[in-house]
Every structure is written in structure tokens, then in C-alpha cells.
């Protein structure tokens, strides 16, 4: 007897579907890079006032429009997808912490824009602050220094972090000598580091160690 779509198979449908729509961003974007690197705002007229004779005008046109449309189709997409992974996170996420942790990759992809047009991050707040990185360390390789305050751990995020330093190290051990996305926060910058936890020489999987105050943990 056949069962309904479950949470799993959706997520998995929109990315998907979010891969197919990058795709047609990006072939957009190609036409504006071979038309002399116009982009979305390059001026279509010389400096006399006359359209200019070194780019197809009609094909820069439409590929501005197009991108524009997909980029409001991408976006609403990225509302989906980051509204079906915290239920999803909230369902199996100790059984099937990977395909959390890609999804959770698929809004950092966005926030870094497609096509030449940058798409606006959501709100993010820190979670976590580190306040040691140990030489050597596959922390210290991923980037991250101390000071730096960690908006996104994988799955886990500002929308979904209950206070818990333990959510962060399941994702720890769950993605061990896998690829493991994060925002940090550091000063005035928002930076996408992509760390991989694993044995090193030292202690832990990360050699770092993350704050909450009045609590810590070292991983």
C-alpha cells in the first residue's frame, strides 16, 4: 500500500529542483559574461548617449529579466527548503544527519549570489563563540580563530539552536572526516568556512573550543 511523500523526499525533490534553477541562473549569467562582463547593472549606452554596438542590447535585456524572475523563484524556493529542513531537524535528525547538514549547505550556497545578482542572506545571530583554536588543528585548517562567533554549524542554526553546545557536537561526531558548512561572524564580516571533523594529533575531532556562556565544551 503506497505511503504519502515523507519530509525526506520533499527536501530531496527541492533540491533538486533549487540545482535545476541555478542552472538556468547561471547559463543567464554566462550570456551577460560574454556580452563584455555587463552584469545586471552595466550601462547599455556609450558615453554619448547611443546604445552601445559591442553587446547584443536585446540579449543582455532578456537575460537581466530572466535572472530577476528565477532570482524571486530561488528565493521563495530557499524559504522552503529552510522551513521543511528544521521540521525535518526536528523529526530524524540523530538518524539522518547528512542530508540535514546538505540541505543546510543549500541556503550558504544562495547567500553568496547567482549570476551576477546577489541574493539577500536572512537575519542571523551567533550562537557560539570560540575561544581556542588549537596549531594544527582541523579547526585552525577550516579558518576559524578565536573571537569568532559560529551563526551556523552544519544543521544546526540560529532557528533551531536550543542553547544546547550538545546539538553542535552530534553534528560533530555524526559528520566525522565529512564536510560540514559554517557562518561565522567575525567583526564586521560574514565568512563561509567549510570545516572537517576528524582524529588529528590532538584532542577531539575539532581542536577548538566554543562558549556559551556560562558553559563550554571542547570537542
Not at 112 to 128: F, H, K, N, Q, S
Not at 170 to 198: A, I, W
Request: aromatic letters at 4%; one cysteine or more; proline letters at 5%.
Amino acid at each position: 500500500m503506497a505511503t504519502g511523500i515523507t519530509t525526506k523526499e520533499r527536501l530531496e525533490r527541492l533540491m533538486a529542483a533549487k540545482t535545476q534553477l541555478e542552472a538556468q541562473i547561471s547559463r543567464n549569467g554566462q550570456i551577460l559574461a560574454a556580452n563584455d562582463n555587463v552584469g545586471m547593472t552595466g550601462p547599455m549606452i556609450d558615453a554619448e548617449g547611443f546604445p552601445r554596438n559591442d553587446i547584443d542590447i536585446y540579449q543582455v535585456r532578456q537575460a537581466r529579466q530572466t535572472i530577476i524572475c528565477l532570482q524571486n523563484d530561488h528565493k521563495e524556493l530557499m524559504n522552503q527548503i529552510q522551513n521543511l529542513l528544521n521540521q525535518y531537524h526536528s523529526e530524524i535528525a540523530t538518524t539522518d544527519p547528512e542530508l540535514v547538514n546538505r540541505a543546510s549547505a543549500l541556503e550558504l550556497d544562495s547567500e553568496r549570489g547567482l549570476g551576477g545578482a546577489t541574493i539577500a542572506p536572512p537575519d542571523i545571530r551567533p550562537m557560539v563563540v570560540v575561544n581556542l583554536v588549537s596549531p594544527s588543528s582541523p579547526a585552525e585548517e577550516a579558518g576559524l580563530r578565536v573571537g569568532d562567533n559560529i551563526c551556523r554549524f552544519g544543521s544546526v542554526n540560529s532557528s533551531n539552536f536550543k542553547g544546547d553546545l550538545g546539538q553542535i557536537g552530534e553534528v560533530t561526531r555524526n559528520m566525522q572526516d565529512q564536510n560540514v558548512q559554517l557562518k561565522v561572524m567575525r567583526g564586521d564580516q560574514l565568512l563561509d568556512l567549510l570545516l572537517v571533523p576528524k582524529a588529528w594529533s590532538g584532542r577531539g575531532l575539532l581542536g577548538c573550543n566554543i562558549v556559551l556562556p556560562p558553559e563550554s565544551m571542547e570537542y
